[in-house]
């Protein structure tokens, strides 16, 4: 039998970059709304070209890591064979 893709264990492993990229949707979000530094075309351009561009990195980097944890051998547990 087969598991499904991305459990609840694979899930609980990822868990961890949740945190990182939570930070970074509220720091564009915050600074979308409010921006202390005032408006500067090429300043905000940089500000939100950073933080969403690592977004991407990061959500990239976790579907992959989760992808090599699933074709991983060490980490399947078959549950048809108890």
């Given at each position: 039998?087969?598991?499904?893709?991305?459990?609840?264990?694979?899930?609980?492993?990822?868990?961890?970059?949740?945190?990182?990229?939570?930070?970074?949707?509220?720091?564009?979000?915050?600074?979308?709304?409010?921006?202390?530094?005032?408006?500067?075309?090429?300043q905000s351009a940089i500000q939100f070209a950073i933080l969403i561009v690592t977004m991407g990195v990061l959500?990239?980097?976790?579907?992959?890591?989760?992808?090599?944890?699933?074709?991983?051998?060490?980490?399947?547990?078959?549950?048809?064979?108890?």
């Amino acid at each position: 039998m087969s598991r499904r893709a991305f459990d609840a264990e694979i899930g609980l492993d990822l868990t961890v970059n949740l945190i990182p990229f939570a930070i970074m949707a509220f720091f564009v979000a915050i600074f979308a709304v409010f921006n202390p530094w005032g408006f500067d075309p090429l300043q905000s351009a940089i500000q939100f070209a950073i933080l969403i561009v690592t977004m991407g990195v990061l959500a990239v980097v976790t579907y992959i890591a989760a992808r090599a944890i699933e074709t991983d051998d060490r980490t399947r547990h078959d549950t048809s064979e108890s």
